[in-house]
């Protein structure tokens, strides 16, 4: 079972930047595809950017280029800087881990922090 927590949200203008964090609980943090969603009321969760176990990154095409998703496996804890913020980014961004054993997918999720763009 992983848990996991994430924070770093909150206000930032148009044009501004921030940083969220998510941290995991339990062991095997590095072996965990993982990535970031977000969504907004009345709309499907949208996939953000992922980051694999050896560090290959993806992004959305809306946010490419201004995203940037990285992994601390020290500390069991995934990053997303989000730079020249649009007021289409508000959201609940969410952090999601995923792996497979023995041809079984496990995913978990964490409970989101709400990202707001506003002047």
């Known amino acids: 079972q992983v848990q996991l927590v994430e924070s770093g949200g909150g206000l930032v203008q148009p044009g501004g930047s921030l940083r969220l964090s998510c941290v995991a609980s339990g062991s095997s943090f590095s072996t965990y595809v993982m990535g970031w969603y977000r969504q907004t009321p009345g709309k499907q969760r949208e996939w953000v950017a992922s980051?694999?176990?050896?560090?290959?990154?993806n992004y959305a095409d809306s946010v490419k280029g201004r995203c940037t998703i990285a992994r601390d496996n020290a500390n069991n804890t995934v990053y997303l800087q989000v730079n020249s913020a649009k007021p289409e980014d508000t959201a609940v961004y969410s952090c999601?881990?995923?792996?497979?054993?023995?041809?079984?997918?496990?995913?978990?999720w964490g409970q989101g922090t709400q990202v707001t763009v506003s002047s």
């Open positions: 999601n881990a995923y792996t497979r054993r023995l041809g079984v997918p496990y995913v978990y």
């Open positions: 980051i694999t176990s050896g560090g290959s990154t």
